[in-house]
């Protein structure tokens, strides 16, 4: 962002390093300095009725989304959730075991699960998420991230999920003034992942 955010705001936005490396003409050296690149966090909405009364049930309950708890308070949606996420139905289950510990206060619990978030967004969307859940994956990465955020913990997300919050940043923008300083760090950070990617 151009300007410094207020500390309350920050909960808002993931915040992700980006090296910059600066010649210094004077003393024939070159310097590295880090730049936070803040990305704002959009929020996910239901797809339809069926999903919104899912919605509606977990944030009502300030919780993240968790698919086993889905098919316990939900039964109608369990052979079509079931049908969809069969193959991997046992990270699932992990994940739900990480939001539970989390939530009863277990901060490294909190980071296992963004990290399986991580992990399982990568297989959507799938026949359940696109007609029944909506996009339920990316609302448990925000909330994890404000969680995190909210509890004054230090985390880095995947270079991919990175691309993608910049992605759904950009897209809820479209048509709107551009912020200058945004679009120059995020230009730099591609650049530094290029260069990453080529020397492995």
């Given at each position: 962002m151009a300007q410094p955010l207020p500390?309350?705001?920050k909960i808002n936005?993931?915040?992700?390093?980006?090296?910059?490396?600066?010649?210094?003409?004077?003393?024939?050296k070159v310097r590295t300095i880090i730049k936070d690149l803040y990305i704002e966090l959009?929020?996910?909405k239901p797809i339809n009725k069926h999903s919104e009364k899912i919605f509606d049930y977990f944030i009502k309950r300030d919780e993240p989304i968790d698919l086993m708890e889905v098919m316990n308070v939900f039964p109608e949606y369990m052979t079509v959730i079931f049908d969809s996420y069969y193959q991997h139905i046992n990270l699932y289950e992990k994940l739900s075991m990480y939001f539970k510990n989390a939530l009863a206060g277990s901060i490294d619990s909190w980071r296992l699960a963004l990290y399986f978030v991580e992990m399982l967004l990568k297989y959507e969307p799938t026949i359940a998420s696109a007609n029944v859940l909506g996009d339920f994956q990316t609302h448990n990465l925000n909330y994890l991230i404000r969680k995190l955020n909210s509890l004054q913990q230090k985390f880095l997300l995947e270079d991919s999920t990175v691309e993608y919050?910049?992605?759904?940043?950009?897209q809820a923008h479209e048509g709107e003034p551009r912020d200058p300083v945004f679009d120059k760090l995020v230009e730099l950070w591609r650049y530094n992942v290029k260069e990453k990617d080529l020397r492995y």
């Open positions: 500390e309350k705001d936005y993931y915040v992700e390093p980006v090296e910059i490396e600066i010649y210094l003409k004077k003393a024939g959009v929020d996910v919050l910049i992605k759904r940043y950009y």
